[in-house]
């Protein structure tokens, strides 16, 4: 069984992935994985931004895939001193009533994602910049202090 079918088989540049819960009733049937709200309005699923996370020995960095979204857009925030928060939302494009749409697969609407940060982040020291649909969360890390060893004499 094929995962990719093609909805014409003369046109190699139309690909749909199978969805297996085609047909179930929280599916989209547009061929997504990713479950619609059922009223199809502005607020439906926004698959939310993909992010990757890794620590450097100088700072936790966060990057998020966040396309089409100006800095103005999204915001970077920090809850109950070591929750860092990362939302967006993407507005539903102006439909024009001459407009006839084949395909809408872009999705719009809120998105939210949440991390914990370790006790060595400073988070008076976040910094956050946006080039090319990427967001880069950089929060530095705390110098490790290094525990004072001290010698004592054996007497006897």
Known sequence: MSLIRRSNVFDPFSLDLWDPFEGFPFSSGSGSLFPRTSSGSETAAFAG??????ETPEA?????????????????EVEDGNVLQISGERSKEQEEKNDKWHR??????????????????????????????????????????KPEVKSIQISG
């Open 104 to 145: 809408v697969e872009r999705s719009s609407g809120k998105f939210v994602r949440r991390f914990r940060l370790p006790e060595n982040a400073k988070t008076e020291q976040i910094k956050a910049s946006m080039e090319n649909g990427v967001l880069t969360v950089t929060v530095p890390k705390e110098e490790v202090k």
């Open 49 to 54: 931004a993909r992010i990757d996370r890794k």
């Open 60 to 76: 936790h960095v966060f990057k998020a895939d966040v396309p089409g979204l100006k800095k103005e857009e999204v915001k970077v």
